[in-house]
């Protein structure tokens, strides 16, 4: 059973880095096609697309963001790393985790198993 | 960037309606497309990619199809736990994106 979960900072200020952590269990990053992405979803707004981080270390951002983002994986520890600088009280949201497998989506990005979310204010 | 647009943003529908929900890709996005629902407060769920294909456990009263640029998710027979937010999702760019969100309310 794959199971991700989002850890880190629920309240930050203005300016500083953002740094949350994506701890799976059930898959390996060694896996060919298997990749981690992250998504966050602003209080009552859409889903938006922030980084996808492959099995071999390619690593693709948001266009908008990808001057501020940086994703890492730690796989002897089984973790994703998130670090957003500069943030921004628009930064504020629910940021997730999600597992893609291209092996079982005909080579799509799809995301099929979801973490539980992390809620994340950004206000002084 | 592709700019995915769905729309109705709002849906307002009845149990046993059969919906039609529609996400339009600015380019070329092939069958490049999924959708998911996420019902309040909840992490979402992946219904259907490549356009038509149903996730495994997904209810066959969900479909989706596709025509050039605009794609279909239908729920036939809407079920009270289907009154949530619909998303898609294109991944023919390295880029990815989600659209604007459907939001099936009663």
């Known amino acids: 059973q794959i199971t991700l979960k989002e850890s880190g900072p629920t309240l930050a200020k203005p300016t500083q880095t953002l740094t949350l952590t994506c701890t799976f269990s059930?898959?390996?990053?060694?896996?060919?096609?298997?990749?981690v992405g992250w998504i966050r979803q602003p209080p009552g707004k859409a889903l938006e697309w922030l980084a996808l981080?492959?099995?071999?270390?390619?690593?693709r951002y948001s266009p908008s963001l990808t001057d501020r983002l940086t994703v890492t994986k730690d796989t002897s520890e089984d973790r994703v790393v998130l670090t957003l600088t500069n943030i921004d009280p628009a930064d504020t949201g629910t940021y997730y985790c999600?597992?893609?497998?291209?092996?079982?989506?005909?080579?799509?990005?799809?995301?099929?198993?979801w973490g539980q979310g992390i809620k994340v204010t950004v206000s002084s | 960037d592709i700019q995915m647009t769905q729309s109705p943003s709002v849906l307002p529908a009845s149990v046993g309606d059969t919906v039609n929900i529609t996400c339009r890709a600015s380019h070329h996005i092939a069958t490049y497309l999924s959708w998911y629902q996420q019902t309040a407060g909840i992490a979402p769920k992946l219904l259907i990619y490549?356009?038509?294909t149903l996730q495994s456990g997904v209810p066959s009263r969900f479909s989706g199809s596709a025509s050039g640029t605009v794609f279909t998710l239908t729920i036939s027979g809407l079920q009270p736990e289907d009154f949530a937010a619909y998303y898609c999702?294109?991944?023919?760019?390295?880029?990815?994106?989600f659209g604007g969100g459907t939001k099936v309310e009663i």
């Open positions: 981080l492959y099995w071999d270390d390619d690593k």
């Open positions: 490549s356009a038509s």
């Open positions: 999702q294109q991944s023919y760019s390295t880029s990815l994106t």
């Open positions: 999600a597992h893609s497998d291209r092996r079982s989506f005909n080579w799509l990005d799809v995301f099929d198993v």
């Open positions: 059930g898959f390996s990053f060694s896996n060919n096609g298997v990749s």
